[in-house]
């Protein structure tokens, strides 16, 4: 049985910063492509970033280039999101996804609350 479990979400003043995590098991994990999603209030749920199954490649939505980070630890098989300079716009649940092709979004976790004040 498939399990994404997120944690290390939490409230943040505007600018500070952010490690969600991601456990997951039932699979191979370095088989699959992990990626975050978000959805704020009234919103659509949108893309975060993504890695590939072994780590090599990686891709940020625009909106977090440059402040999050994605990387996974395949020993361990947890995925990371390391969030700095956070802006009240980042606030959101996010979400761990796992797929056995890129961009295919097999598995959810349940998610986890950032909220983020100015």
């Known amino acids: 049985q498939v399990q994404l479990v997120e944690s290390g979400g939490g409230l943040v003043q505007a600018g500070g910063s952010l490690r969600l995590s991601c456990a997951a098991s039932?699979?191979?994990?370095?088989?699959?492509?992990m990626g975050w999603f978000r959805q704020a209030p009234g919103k659509e749920r949108e893309f975060v970033a993504a890695?590939?199954?072994?780590?090599?490649?990686?891709r940020h939505a625009d909106s977090v280039k440059g402040r999050f980070l994605i990387t996974r630890d395949n020993a361990k098989n947890r995925l990371f999101l390391q969030m700095n300079s956070l802006k009240p716009e980042d606030t959101a649940v996010y979400y761990c996804?796992?797929?056995?092709?890129?961009?295919?979004?097999?598995?959810w976790g349940q998610g986890t609350q950032v909220t983020v004040s100015s």
């Open positions: 996804v796992a797929g056995i092709e890129w961009g295919q979004n097999d598995y």
């Open positions: 039932g699979y191979t994990f370095s088989n699959y492509y």
């Open positions: 890695i590939s199954g072994s780590g090599g490649s990686t």
